[in-house]
């Protein structure tokens, strides 16, 4: 087998140039967020049909998407690529072990394999970005820091890729609570590359958690004309706008920016993937959090309805179902509300006795209560909600999801305590989002409203 190079110098075991080639721009596409990586990934596996490589980045780019409705053709690329690991570097090794934990359910464990591979090859840039994604959706953000600062030193300001690198390095640190050496790793990579999505995203959180309003807004709008090549991140980065803008009064703005800029149902993006999760996730969570400061939605919870009606059996990430519960919820869908529970509940039963499965944990250590606590919130059962929540508010990082997003939950449940009469836990809750890392908490919205219930 001759083996190519990629543009770090990892070995890739193919004997195509053309197919390395097109690996490689796959690989760079993925990590820079842009539309066109599964295109070059095919073109490599098309040049050389026994690159394993090619077909398990696929599969791994496939898992970033959280759903179930990947799991099949995740697996069919698995089996594709297990008959070629015999001739496997540990690099193909580490992709495939890892792949396969994941798309069963065991995150951690993926990102344990990931993490020792990297400890050999640390300027391995897309195994940052997996690892990097399993991770945080399993809640371990002190994790995500130790691995990329570990690698740091093998990192010099000549590699390709650098600013990438440091993209990834801002984002794991401002999850674990560094906001400063997170500020300076985005902003550095934003200066390397102005439409680098991720370093701009990674600082745009800083200014979410420090309670830099006006900061956050204007770092938006500086960069926005940047996103027009980026994939779904773009429609985030807006969502990430529209919090600044809530916080600054401007709630009807950032309603009409829904269907703009965060869900336009006229974007190519949009129509060829209707049902991306995290675009889901914006529109669900910007819509609660909207409504709970007493913006007229009219018929914008409507935009998911018949999407999250077909969601009621993907139990891929139990921050998505908590957010398909709010949208099912709103809609009236109260069926196919009881239809999540039951599925969600039926997968974390039959999952919970296998060893590793840090899916089926976080279903049944928090995701689980947090469906029953949506539903209930739109059903007017606040003393329900407040039970819900309050006994898992600790354990809301097992469910994935960023500070900035998980927060939602603290505002529903800070909203339920209020309409329930219970003042005297408003207080404990804001001490918990202080304590998450969030800063000026009684200057919030709705937190600054409910202050005074204490």
């Given at each position: 087998?001759?083996?190519?190079?990629?543009?770090?110098?990892?070995?890739?075991?193919?004997?195509?140039?053309?197919?390395?080639?097109?690996?490689?721009?796959?690989?760079?596409?993925?990590?820079?967020?842009?539309t066109?990586a599964?295109?070059?990934?095919?073109?490599?596996?098309?040049?050389?049909?026994?690159?394993?490589?090619?077909?398990?980045?696929?599969?791994?780019?496939?898992q970033?998407?959280?759903?179930?409705?990947?799991?099949?053709?995740?697996?069919a690329?698995?089996?594709e690529?297990?008959?070629?690991?015999?001739?496997?570097?540990d690099?193909?090794?580490?992709y495939?072990?890892?792949?396969?934990?994941?798309?069963?359910?065991?995150?951690?464990?993926?990102?344990?394999?990931?993490?020792?591979?990297l400890?050999?090859?640390p300027?391995?840039?897309?195994?940052?970005r997996?690892?990097?994604?399993?991770?945080?959706w399993?809640?371990?953000?002190?994790?995500?820091?130790?691995i990329?600062?570990?690698?740091?030193?093998?990192?010099?300001?000549?590699?390709?890729?650098?600013?990438?690198?440091?993209?990834?390095?801002?984002?794991?640190?401002e999850?674990?609570?560094?906001?400063?050496?997170?500020?300076?790793?985005?902003?550095?990579?934003?200066?390397?590359d102005?439409?680098?999505?991720?370093?701009?995203?990674?600082?745009?959180?800083?200014?979410?958690?420090?309670?830099?309003?006006?900061?956050?807004?204007?770092?938006?709008?500086?960069?926005?004309?940047?996103?027009?090549?980026v994939?779904?991140?773009?429609?985030?980065?807006?969502?990430?706008?529209?919090?600044?803008?809530?916080?600054?009064?401007?709630?009807?703005?950032?309603?009409?920016?829904?269907?703009?800029?965060?869900?336009?149902?006229?974007?190519?993006?949009?129509?060829?993937?209707?049902?991306?999760?995290?675009?889901?996730?914006?529109?669900?969570s910007?819509?609660?959090?909207?409504?709970?400061?007493?913006?007229?939605?009219?018929?914008?919870?409507h935009?998911?309805?018949?999407?999250?009606?077909?969601r009621?059996?993907?139990?891929?990430?139990?921050?998505?179902?908590?957010?398909?519960?709010?949208?099912?919820?709103?809609?009236?869908?109260?069926?196919?509300?009881?239809q999540?529970?039951?599925?969600?509940?039926?997968?974390?039963?039959?999952?919970?006795?296998?060893?590793?499965?840090?899916?089926?944990?976080?279903?049944?250590?928090?995701?689980?209560?947090?469906?029953?606590?949506?539903?209930?919130?739109?059903?007017?059962?606040?003393?329900?909600?407040?039970?819900?929540?309050?006994?898992?508010?600790?354990?809301?990082?097992?469910?994935?999801?960023?500070?900035?997003?998980?927060?939602?939950?603290?505002?529903?449940?800070?909203?339920?305590?209020?309409?329930?009469g219970?003042?005297?836990?408003?207080?404990?809750?804001?001490?918990?989002?202080?304590?998450?890392?969030?800063?000026?908490?009684?200057?919030?919205?709705?937190?600054?409203?409910?202050?005074?219930?204490?």
């Amino acid at each position: 087998m001759q083996t190519h190079l990629d543009c770090r110098g990892h070995s890739l075991n193919t004997d195509s140039p053309d197919a390395a080639k097109a690996f490689d721009a796959g690989m760079r596409s993925f990590v820079r967020w842009r539309t066109d990586a599964m295109a070059h990934l095919d073109e490599a596996i098309a040049a050389d049909p026994e690159f394993a490589l090619a077909k398990l980045v696929k599969g791994w780019i496939m898992q970033t998407g959280r759903t179930t409705a990947f799991w099949p053709a995740i697996k069919a690329l698995l089996a594709e690529a297990d008959p070629l690991m015999g001739d496997a570097d540990d690099r193909e090794q580490a992709y495939f072990g890892s792949l396969t934990a994941a798309v069963n359910g065991h995150g951690v464990e993926a990102a344990t394999i990931l993490e020792a591979m990297l400890s050999r090859h640390p300027t391995d840039l897309l195994a940052h970005r997996l690892v990097q994604f399993e991770l945080f959706w399993n809640g371990r953000s002190g994790w995500m820091r130790d691995i990329v600062e570990r690698a740091t030193p093998a990192w010099p300001e000549d590699m390709a890729d650098y600013g990438c690198f440091q993209s990834v390095r801002s984002f794991s640190n401002e999850e674990a609570c560094e906001f400063d050496l997170a500020e300076r790793c985005g902003r550095l990579a934003v200066e390397i590359d102005d439409t680098d999505a991720w370093g701009t995203h990674a600082v745009a959180h800083v200014h979410v958690m420090k309670g830099r309003v006006d900061d956050g807004t204007a770092w938006l709008e500086g960069l926005c004309g940047n996103w027009g090549a980026v994939n779904q991140i773009g429609h985030h980065l807006w969502w990430h706008l529209c919090l600044m803008l809530l916080e600054q009064g401007a709630g009807e703005r950032a309603l009409d920016l829904v269907t703009a800029q965060v869900r336009n149902p006229d974007s190519p993006l949009v129509q060829a993937m209707p049902g991306a999760t995290i675009d889901l996730q914006n529109v669900a969570s910007l819509l609660m959090r909207l409504e709970l400061r007493g913006i007229d939605l009219g018929d914008h919870w409507h935009i998911l309805a018949e999407v999250c009606a077909g969601r009621t059996d993907d139990h891929a990430n139990p921050f998505s179902s908590a957010h398909d519960m709010m949208v099912l919820a709103a809609t009236g869908q109260f069926q196919a509300a009881e239809q999540l529970l039951n599925n969600i509940r039926d997968y974390a039963s039959s999952a919970a006795n296998t060893p590793g499965g840090s899916l089926a944990t976080a279903y049944n250590a928090a995701g689980i209560a947090l469906c029953e606590a949506m539903l209930a919130h739109r059903r007017g059962e606040h003393d329900r909600v407040v039970a819900l929540i309050s006994p898992v508010r600790h354990d809301l990082a097992l469910i994935g999801g960023s500070r900035a997003q998980r927060d939602i939950f603290y505002q529903v449940l800070v909203d339920s305590a209020h309409r329930a009469g219970r003042g005297d836990l408003i207080p404990l809750y804001l001490d918990d989002v202080r304590r998450l890392g969030f800063g000026i908490v009684e200057q919030r919205t709705l937190y600054r409203d409910m202050a005074g219930h204490g």
